[in-house]
């Protein structure tokens, strides 16, 4: 199926039901969605630690859903391949679902990732207490978020911290259970441990059921395919692009400093010309062709 605006929610869950795994990347803003897409990734993780990061902002609900909306939406505009809101613990109680996802699926998002957490949220790899919403309050988050979306297709993925938590695998399945059975289109289960074994041993007693979704930030190792035999999905790399900004960044303003010119930095950035390319600055003369003539 071509790509195109309208129907980035249909190819979104086809990518979730095709029973391979996808690595889909982070974006944050215009320019980094565009990166993505340009380096052919099959979708966009809207990541709230990622955005929050680059508004300078804590990902524990620090930004309002607004601002990150509105990102979002940025990003939407920038590129047509689909795009996966993560919409933390909802902001708020299932009203504030309501509002979010009837805004994000009128834009054309493709999907949104509600955790289990209490608003305000912390992001899950903070030490201290991971507070758990009690699992009737989630699962009218997800029912709350399917009965308002304007567009058939836009995905309802359920994430549990239980393991996060610090709970055991236990938990974690009954609550992934209850949100399957609520309507979740795929489970997001988390973890921050180095070895992934949790989630493998959660993947192989889920056994199928629904579509799962990871975030392996800690446990990179852990080889694809392994992965795509227990079920697993979708593979978010959730921060890549952030941090890869913010290495480079940094180096790039020491050595200007060091330097006193910026005479010898062009050689490691992007040329403007670059710049000018992807963001297609030659439809411009097309266009003024067009309507200038
Ligand atoms: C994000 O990228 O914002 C996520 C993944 O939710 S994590 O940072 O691991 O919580
Ligand atoms: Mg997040």
């Not at 955790?115 to 009690?134: A, Q, R």
């Not at 910026?262 to 710049?275: A, G, K, R, T």
Request: proline share 3%.
């Amino acid at each position: 199926m071509s790509i195109n605006k309208h129907n980035g929610a249909r190819i979104f869950k086809e990518i979730l039901n095709n029973h391979k795994v996808d690595l889909i990347l982070e974006a944050h803003n215009g320019l980094s969605a565009r990166v993505v897409e340009e380096a052919n990734f099959v979708a966009i993780w809207a990541s709230s630690l990622s955005i929050s990061s680059a508004l300078g902002l804590r990902d524990c609900n620090e930004a309002s859903w607004s601002q990150i909306i509105g990102i979002a939406e940025n990003m939407y505009d920038s590129v047509s391949i689909p795009i996966l809101f993560d919409g933390d613990s909802g902001y708020g109680n299932y009203n504030n679902v309501r509002h979010i996802v009837k805004r994000l699926s009128h834009y054309g998002i493709a999907g949104i990732s509600l955790e289990d957490k209490l608003f305000p949220k912390m992001n899950s790899f903070i030490s201290g207490e991971h507070t758990l919403t009690p699992i009737p309050e989630f699962i009218g988050k997800i029912k709350a978020a399917h009965d308002v979306k304007k567009d058939e297709d836009f995905v309802v993925i359920a994430r549990t911290e239980a393991l996060i938590a610090g709970l055991d695998i236990d938990i974690a399945l009954e609550r992934a259970e209850a949100y399957c059975q609520a309507g979740a289109d795929a489970i997001f289960i988390h973890s921050k441990k180095s070895d992934g074994k949790d989630i493998l041993e959660f993947a192989k007693r889920w056994n199928h059921r629904c579509p799962l979704v990871v975030a392996p930030t800690t446990y990179t190792s852990l080889p694809l395919s392994v992965l795509e035999d227990v079920g697993i999905s979708i593979y978010i790399c959730a921060n890549h692009l952030m941090r890869a900004a913010l290495a480079h960044m940094r180096n790039v303003a020491c050595q200007i400093k060091i330097d006193n010119s910026i005479n010898e930095i062009n050689y490691v950035i992007s040329p403007l010309s670059d710049v000018f390319k992807l963001l297609n600055y030659d439809e411009l003369k097309i266009a003024e062709s067009k309507y200038l003539s």
